[in-house]
């Protein structure tokens, strides 16, 4: 099959697209306001966009409470989705009053960043504190704006639970981590394995 996104006439149930940009990293967004009030939400448009300096991004339709408190304080955190946390990542994912607690909504934990001053989840096994670079609106291609709000930010500390490592690398099999697929589907990376990039042999002179 094939269709055009502009009539997105794909004669399925449900739209495919999010199934097919899949599993997605959850970005899980611990902000504080102005007001001093603190907001939890899960992103599933989010992703690491650079190591050097290291550069995540979350993404939303419209301005949501986080991108406020963004704008308004310059920093956030990100949290890990780990299996054990995924029902009350979800349950932090509910339409809340602004200036009410998500960490209180869904029985979490909310803790000081060491550098910033942002809340993060006490029960996650890794945390990103990260600092605002820009906030953006992509356009289309018409070049009218999109609904969309795009934050970027960069890791200035990072947290790990050393109850993740082993032989100095996170191990997955027991970080369980969690990513969104499409429609209500979500998927647990803890099955991992191994490749390495071909080594291209040499043209000999």
Not at 165 to 182: E, F, N, Q, T, Y
């Amino acid at each position: 099959m094939f269709y055009t996104t502009d009539s997105n006439r794909h004669g399925l149930a449900h739209d495919p697209f999010k199934a097919i940009v899949s599993p997605r990293p959850i970005g899980w967004i611990g902000s504080k306001g102005r007001d001093g009030s603190i907001n939890l939400a899960p992103y599933s448009f989010f992703n690491a966009v650079a190591d050097r300096p290291k550069l995540v991004m979350f993404s939303s339709a419209g301005r949501k409470h986080s991108q406020r408190n963004a704008a308004e304080t310059g920093v956030f955190t990100c949290n890990f989705v780990s299996r054990d946390l995924a029902e009350k990542m979800n349950l932090s994912s509910a339409t809340l009053a602004y200036g009410d607690s998500e960490f209180d909504f869904a029985g979490l934990t909310p803790k000081q960043a060491e550098l910033i001053d942002a809340p993060y989840v006490g029960e996650a096994f890794a945390v990103l504190e990260c600092q605002v670079t820009e906030i953006i609106e992509p356009k289309t291609l018409s070049g009218a704006p999109s609904e969309n709000v795009l934050v970027f930010g960069e890791v200035v500390g990072i947290r790990i639970d050393e109850a993740i490592v082993r032989d100095g690398r996170l191990d997955m099999s027991i970080a369980r981590p969690v990513a969104r697929m499409g429609y209500m589907d979500y998927s647990e990376g803890s099955d991992v394995f191994e490749m390495f990039r071909p080594q291209v042999p040499k043209a000999e002179v």
